[in-house]
């Protein structure tokens, strides 16, 4: 977990081997623009929901969902939604001077294509996805930033830009 403050992070995503730009779209039914067919992450099941769910999620306002793509392809992408924590669910050094319930963020998704991967751009991704709360909670408040981590590398990614686990949780 993270509390959601500081400055936006980064807002275009470069140094990808090659000379074309990565850029972010803004949201949109996201099968509707860009080839997807080739994207894959390494993870299925952030593939799978991205082509099973992500268009539904997008329609029905459940979260955002945010593409990166290069000359057209999708390379990267995240999904972005409300959550709200009970304060009895948290341990006390967290939940200590908060109302019983707390507006919360949620990173529910967040994925980039193995053939991007290992040249630090996930870092990036997470500094895009980052940016995008911190405006979001200009308008709306949130007290905390909330990853569930599909597994545990993706654990070890998020405990290496500064989140933590919580004890009691499945990655905790």
């Not at 909670?137 to 500064?162: C, N, P, Q």
């Not at 686990?165 to 499945?170: E, M, Q």
């Amino acid at each position: 977990m993270a509390d959601p403050t500081g400055d936006r992070a980064v807002r275009r995503l470069g140094g990808c081997g090659s000379d074309a730009a990565v850029t972010a779209s803004d949201p949109h039914p996201p099968d509707e623009q860009y080839d997807t067919s080739l994207f894959e992450s390494g993870k299925p099941d952030l593939d799978r929901w991205f082509h099973e769910h992500a268009l539904s999620v997008e329609v029905c306002r459940a979260g955002r969902t945010f593409v990166w793509q290069i000359d057209g392809r999708m390379v990267a992408y995240c999904t972005i939604a409300a959550h709200l924590l009970v304060r009895d669910d948290l341990p006390r050094s967290l939940g200590r001077g908060n109302p019983a319930q707390i507006p919360a963020v949620l990173l529910a998704r967040l994925a980039l294509d193995k053939a991007l991967q290992g040249q630090g751009l996930g870092g990036v991704l997470l500094a895009e996805a980052l940016g995008r709360v911190v405006d979001a909670t200009r308008t709306v408040g949130a007290r905390f930033l909330i990853v569930d981590a599909i597994d545990e590398s993706a654990t070890g990614f998020y405990v290496k830009y500064g989140f933590r686990s919580i004890p009691g949780t499945i990655a905790g």
